[in-house]
T-cell receptor, first 112, second 110 residues
Framework: QKEVEQNSGPLSVPEGAIASLNCTYSDRGSQSFFWYRQYSGKSPELIMFIYSNGDKEDGRFTAQLNKASQYVSLLIRDSQPSDSATYLCAVKGSGGYNKLIFGAGTRLAVHP | NAGVTQTPKFRILKIGQSMTLQCTQDMNHNYMYWYRQDPGMGLKLIYYSVGAGITDKGEVPNGYNVSRSTTEDFPLRLELAAPSQTSVYFC?????????FGPGTRLTVL
């Protein structure tokens, strides 16, 4: 069973701090990694994707990938209360057909 | 572009009833997916399609059926509703890697 694991949280950070969200995956052949944000009662929206080892930055968001350790993370700098949501890690497995395996998500709470 | 649209937004079914959840995308994506999300859980893949006329089972297909007669539409059919099918259902489409989600259908089976 291919799995994606995340700490369910809640992760509570003060406004302006860096939030660090982590994800591990079991399928060593995975090639593509995604972070989705899901507000309560809403659908997931893509915020970052990463394919290569290392860091990828987009505004206040940085995705980090370490394939040797099977680990992907998302850093949110200068966290805002509007960042409070559940963050879903998704991994495209080696099985083809563009299928994603989702983690259960980490709930982030940014308090003023 | 409307993106991915789903109807209905909410539905209450009685045990044993049937219904079809509609999903339409206007982005000409080949890949389409149906997921369910239970409270506090991630998304579980029910069925997916790689193009018109081609569908396959995902992780949790029991109790559901799909069809894909056109690129745009990917309806999900529940034949004999059971309380275990109470969930939020999301449809998604993809041109390749990234998946784009519809607003979801909240289904309750009583």
């Amino acid at each position: 069973q291919k799995e994606v694991e995340q700490n369910s949280g809640p992760l509570s950070v003060p406004e302006g701090a860096i939030a660090s969200l982590n994800c591990t995956y079991s399928d060593r052949g995975s090639q593509s990694f995604f972070w989705y944000r899901q507000y309560s009662g809403k659908s997931p929206e893509l915020i970052m994707f990463i394919y290569s080892n290392g860091d990828k930055e987009d505004g206040r968001f940085t995705a980090q990938l370490n394939k040797a350790s099977q680990y992907v993370s998302l850093l949110i700098r200068d966290s805002q209360p509007s960042d409070s949501a559940t963050y879903l890690c998704a991994v495209k497995g080696s099985g083809g057909y563009n299928k994603l395996i989702f983690g259960a998500g980490t709930r982030l709470a940014v308090h003023p | 572009n409307a993106g991915v649209t789903q109807t209905p937004k909410f539905r209450i079914l009685k045990i044993g009833q049937s219904m079809t959840l509609q999903c339409t995308q206007d982005m000409n994506h080949n890949y389409m997916y149906w997921y369910r999300q239970d409270p506090g859980m991630g998304l579980k893949l029910i069925y997916y399609s790689v193009g018109a006329g081609i569908t396959d089972k995902g992780e949790v297909p029991n109790g559901y059926n799909v069809s894909r007669s056109t690129t745009e539409d990917f309806p999900l059919r529940l034949e004999l509703a059971a309380p275990s099918q109470t969930s939020v259902y999301f449809c998604a489409s993809s041109p390749g890697d990234e998946q784009f989600f519809g607003p979801g259908t909240r289904l309750t089976v009583l």
